[in-house]
């Protein structure tokens, strides 16, 4: 909720503290799928961003400016604005297994799954002769989050998945 809040406040140029979001609330919000990592921060994120924008353009239309300044003289709202925008992600094709099979048809009929993360992971480990006694010394873990739009929650979803990473 924070990082949408984030994202409408940063595209409609208007105080954090001034949006509200609604969520899990089943008649108001549209199933936007898994919420695993940080997925919906891309999915929910992009739909909040284009709804934003759609949102001042209304408004811009009928002379308000949501930066704190009065609507034009004259022009007041006399019944809510809605607006509706539902995000898309680009199609993409699953990753081949060998380098043979990298001849994909195309991306038609993957709609659900895309790239948004990339990540790796290295463990130095110490292991007794005989194959007992595993013990990791070090994990080492780096990630190309792009912009990050919450650090702290991109923190938790780092170490998360360094811990996720540990006990595999």
Same mark, same amino acid.
């Given at each position: 909720d924070t990082t949408m809040a984030q994202i409408a406040a940063e595209v409609l140029e208007h105080p954090f503290d001034r949006v %509200? &979001?609604?969520s899990?609330?089943?008649?108001r919000c549209?199933?936007?799928?898994?919420?695993?990592?940080?997925?919906q921060t891309f999915i929910s994120g992009n739909a909040?961003?284009?709804a934003a924008r759609e949102l001042r353009a209304q408004l811009a239309a009928r002379g308000v400016?949501?930066?704190g300044e009065n609507p034009a003289e004259g022009t007041t709202l006399t019944e809510p604005v %809605? &607006?509706?925008y539902r995000y898309r992600p680009p199609a993409t094709v699953h990753l081949p297994e060998e380098i043979n099979d990298a001849?994909?048809?195309?991306?038609d009929g993957f709609p659900i799954h895309f790239s948004y993360c990339f990540t790796t992971m290295a463990a130095v480990i110490e292991v007794n002769p005989d194959g007992s006694g595993l013990k990791v010394r070090k994990l080492i873990t780096a990630q190309d989050v792009g912009r990050a739009v919450h650090p702290q929650n991109v923190l938790g979803q780092t170490e998360g998945a360094?811990?996720?990473g540990y006990g595999y």
């Open positions: %509200r &979001v609604v899990s609330d089943t008649d549209p199933d936007a799928g898994m919420t695993t990592a940080s997925r909040v961003a284009g400016n949501l930066n %809605r &607006v509706e001849e994909a048809p195309g991306p360094a811990v996720m």
